[in-house]
């Protein structure tokens, strides 16, 4: 998977990693029991601190999503996520209330806030179906 990270960008560039991975993860482009980069070779990459990465990686950990097996590498979790329903759900509502400052403030109605929200969903479904089509073996 390759990330990409936009150096002009007022979120954090750690939080650029999360995101994407998170998203890859929520598409099915990344499934339980993957292999991600390691720390330092991403950080090569993207060429940034190994501390940046390190950061991103703890915090996507914390949160239940990858898990580091000592001598062997980051792999995305099995399962759900180690944060209770609640916790998450409140993580929403404060990115909900971040989102509908953003809409308010450029001048976007909810009804168009939610023709995006459901555009979002389809193109991520989109994805995950593509991803889903593209691991099956091939049938002769």
């Keep these: 998977m390759q990330l990409h990270i936009a150096t002009g960008s007022e979120l954090p560039i750690y939080r650029q990693i999360m995101r994407q991975i998170t998203d890859a993860i929520a598409g099915g482009r990344l499934r339980p029991g993957d292999k991600l980069t390691s720390q330092r070779d991403l950080a090569v990459q993207l060429v940034i601190s190994p501390l940046t990465v390190k950061k991103a990686y703890d915090e996507l ?3 239940g999503l990858i898990r580091t097996e000592r ?4 792999f995305v979790a099995p399962g759900a996520p180690a944060i209770d ?3 998450q759900l409140e993580r929403l509502r404060e990115m909900a209330k971040r989102l509908l400052s953003r809409a308010h403030l450029i001048g976007v109605s909810l009804p168009e806030l939610l023709r995006l929200i459901e555009e979002a969903q389809a193109e991520l479904a989109a994805e995950r179906d593509a991803s889903q089509e593209s691991r099956k073996p091939d049938e002769d």
Excluded: D
């Excluded at 001598?71 to 980051?74: F, K, P």
């Design 61 to 63: 950990e914390r949160e």
């Design 71 to 74: 001598g062997r590498g980051t």
């Design 85 to 87: 329903r609640g916790e």
